[in-house]
């Protein structure tokens, strides 16, 4: 198994660097960064001026060829759902394809001053958590877990970057997994 980090438009390629490892840490997989960025043009919605997360992951799903690989997109533009005002990422639950925005990952997002690194260890979690549902897992009552629901920075911050013991078992492949679907 493999993960793939795709550039959705333009994305700092050392902050990918840095996920790539500890992608690669909590996975125990190889993760390479792909060169080519994909242009995300095609899921822009002037009405919400928001890019369409669902049809990006449909489009990185396309051109997977199944097998035991995983692709996490990573993006700088805010994403929507039409239920939701916005989204973190999405996920195709039992893989392969998964997505992220960093777009409300900055503190500047919400008036405050930059700060990189919770910058970055908010991007960590939250592709943890998108690859996290690739395995078939689904959002977890532990707190503390990865794989706790976040609808918000502040719950972000709140959790680690860690599976839990029983959701690691599901990444791990001891315990199976729940059916295929889409999830956030
Ligand atoms: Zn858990
Ligand atoms: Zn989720």
Not at 25 to 51: I, N
Not at 54 to 83: C, M, Q, S, Y
Not at 91 to 98: I, S
Not at 151 to 165: I, P, Q, S
Request: proline share 4%; hydrophobic share 45%; glycine share 8%.
């Amino acid at each position: 198994m493999r993960i793939d980090l795709q550039p959705v438009g333009a994305v700092d390629l050392e902050a990918l660097d840095r996920l790539s490892a500890v992608l690669a840490r909590t996975f125990g997989t190889s993760v390479r960064v792909r060169t080519r960025t994909l242009d995300a043009g095609f899921a822009y919605d002037a009405a919400r001026k928001q890019w369409y997360s669902t049809a990006i992951l449909a489009k990185l799903a396309e051109a997977e060829g199944g097998g035991n690989n995983r692709v996490l997109g990573v993006t700088e533009a805010d994403l929507f759902v039409p239920i939701l005002t916005f989204v973190f990422g999405e996920a195709q639950v039992q893989g392969p394809c998964a997505l992220v925005s960093r777009h409300r990952l900055y503190e500047e997002f919400y008036g405050l001053p930059a700060n990189q690194t919770l910058a970055e260890e908010r991007l960590a979690k939250e592709s943890v958590h998108e690859l996290g549902h690739t395995f078939g897992l689904a959002h977890c009552d532990d707190w503390r877990c990865v794989m706790a629901s976040s609808h918000a920075v502040d719950r972000l911050d709140l959790k680690t970057a860690e599976f839990c013991a029983p959701c690691l078992e599901v990444v791990s492949g001891a315990r199976p997994a729940r059916p295929a679907g889409q999830v956030r």
